[in-house]
């Protein structure tokens, strides 16, 4: 989600720097200050995700640790349901209903599936980390 609002702003600003900093090796320290402190604040925010579904995997409730798992069985579902299915039951006459896959439900598979696999290689981090002590 930053990536995209950073990346549209990021580009304009070192434009502003460079038009408003005349010391060419200035304007490199500040943009690349700026540089750091964007990635630091990407780290922490992938550290945060990271601890929240590790917290969901390792939760108590059944649907707690299963309902990413969940979700993209139902937009797998609606995906094969439109490009495998449905051609092949309307090629045959068969009536058949495209399913509408809505932007923010895709989104949230896009998370969801990157949720996923930053907890699974977290909790794989975690057994290798307990296994070797």
């Known amino acids: 989600m930053w990536g995209k609002i950073i990346g549209s702003v990021i580009g304009p600003l070192f434009g502003v720097i460079d038009k408003a900093v005349t010391d060419k090796d200035l ?3 500040i943009k690349a200050d700026i540089q750091s402190q964007l990635l630091a604040l990407s780290a922490e925010e992938t550290k945060a995700s990271t601890s929240v579904i590790l917290a969901e995997i390792q939760g ?4 707690q640790r299963n309902w990413r798992p969940l979700l993209m069985l139902t937009v797998v579902a609606i995906i094969a349901n439109n ?9 045959f006459g068969f009536p058949a209903v495209v399913l509408e ?11 969801g599936v990157g949720g996923y696999v930053v907890g699974r290689t977290g909790e ?4 290798t980390y307990k296994g070797s002590k």
């Open 124 to 127: 794989k981090m975690m057994e």
């Open 60 to 63: 108590a409730s059944w649907l």
């Open 27 to 29: 304007a490199i320290q």
């Open 101 to 111: 896959l809505p932007e923010k439900l895709y989104s949230l598979m896009v998370v």
């Open 83 to 91: 490009y495998i299915l449905f051609p092949y039951m309307q090629l």
